[in-house]
């Protein structure tokens, strides 16, 4: 056999691995530090109550031989998939059926839709941004080029018209930097998108955090995006779901063979979400006040750790509209250095921005619990 050398091209472990064993390090070797994270983007808020009553339920169902359901609809139950649209329509965007597919959450999606594409594309990724578009790409073999983001362009690059790409991500809001696209900026890219023939992965797994209703939270509410995009989301963030696991991706009907291509791929490797998980997918869908709470009080942190950062006098961004706060690290240091800093100084962890593709700069996220957030606000402020 031979293995696939483009394996030799990634970095020795994903990111949040390589945190998590350094943290372990770090606690074997301080037994007794009380260790905060800010680190790994989980949440901790529990499952909300009536999403859970609708897992209890269709769990019950499933010992009833009246209601007991064996292998799934392929593209996810009608009931999760008209729940969806219907949430979509809320955002003045319609949605076919056809076009929802439900999966076990917006990564293995994101690095599945690639089996769709030829390995000789060219793709165009954002930086800095969530590791897994580089990864994935990197393992196929993919040639790369970066739209680089800084202080400058607000951490939102905007496409080169005289650069030729043929997939296209983009991650609003973006993790790590927390800035989110305008209509008009998204605008820019569609019509980049439509006329380089270009597909657009959008990732809007942390749409749900956006507050200011001039911004867009999905793709298709830009005129002509259906034509060149696929939108890919999570309920992960959004209701608590990262134990849970269930996600959703969208491939117009516009996109002509990609939509029959992609159910291809899925009827193929993929054998659906369980039916309780879609179960409680349809009441976060149907029911989202509850899950909107618990998103205004990660919020609530965010605007905690800005205020902090603001008092110490520390440049950052983000945390307005998305979870995650994005700074510079103090006195020049590096990404790691800071990481090493905080952990042993602090016992903070957090998560440094060259993971991200960037150097010099860290993020914080807004998901560690309100009592941990202001522990180790404290912390950084003495
Ligand atoms: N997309 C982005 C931008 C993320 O930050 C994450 C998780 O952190 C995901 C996708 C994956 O989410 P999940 O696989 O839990 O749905």
């Not at 010992?63 to 064996?70: L, N, S, V, W, Y």
């Not at 990864?135 to 030729?164: C, Q, W, Y």
């Not at 999570?234 to 959703?248: D, E, I, N, Q």
Request: with cysteine; hydrophobic share 40%; glycine share 8%.
């Amino acid at each position: 056999m031979k293995i696939n050398e483009n394996y030799k091209n990634l970095n020795e472990s994903y990111l949040f691995s390589t945190i998590s064993r350094r943290v372990k390090d770090f606690k074997a070797a301080h037994p007794n530090a009380d260790v905060i994270s800010l680190g790994i983007g989980d949440v901790t808020l529990p499952v909300c109550p009536h999403v859970i009553d609708a897992m209890v339920t269709a769990t019950y169902d499933l010992g009833a031989i009246e209601t007991f359901h064996g292998y799934g609809d392929e593209q996810g139950y009608t009931f999760l998939r008209t729940a969806i649209a219907k949430y979509y329509a809320k955002k003045h965007v319609q949605i076919d059926q056809s076009e929802i597919f439900i999966g076990d959450g917006a990564k293995s999606d994101l690095g599945n839709i690639l089996d769709i594409f030829s390995t000789d594309n060219i793709v165009l990724i954002p930086n800095p941004v969530y590791p897994v578009y580089v990864d994935t790409n990197l393992m196929a073999g993919r040639k790369i080029i970066f739209a680089n983001g800084s202080i400058e362009n607000n951490f939102l690059p905007m496409p080169d018209p005289a650069v030729h790409a043929d997939i296209i991500y983009l991650c609003s809001p973006n993790n790590p930097t927390g800035a989110v696209y305008t209509h008009a900026q998204l605008k820019t890219w569609v019509n980049y998108a439509i006329a380089n023939n270009a597909v657009i992965l959008f990732d809007s797994a942390y749409e749900a955090f956006i507050h200011d209703k001039t911004l867009p939270t999905s793709i298709y509410q830009i005129p002509n995006a259906k034509k060149c995009a696929i939108e890919f989301c999570s309920l992960s963030k959004t209701a608590g779901f990262t134990g849970v696991r269930c996600g959703y991706t969208i491939v117009p009907n516009e996109l002509g063979h990609l939509n029959k291509m992609w159910l291809r791929r899925q009827t193929t490797k993929f054998n659906g979400v369980s039916y309780i998980v879609q179960r409680g997918a349809t009441a976060v869908f149907n029911n989202f006040s509850p899950c909107k709470k618990n998103i205004a009080r990660y919020m609530e942190n965010a605007k905690l750790i800005s205020a902090t950062l603001t008092k110490l006098g520390i440049w950052h961004t983000g945390g307005k509209n998305a979870p995650y706060i994005w700074l510079k690290c103090p006195n020049g240091m590096t990404s790691w250095q800071f990481f090493d800093y905080l952990l042993e100084k602090h016992n903070i962890v957090g998560t440094p921005g060259i993971g991200f593709g960037l150097d010099g700069y860290f993020r914080f996220t807004a998901f560690a619990t309100r009592k941990n957030t202001i522990r180790a606000l404290k912390r950084l402020e003495s």
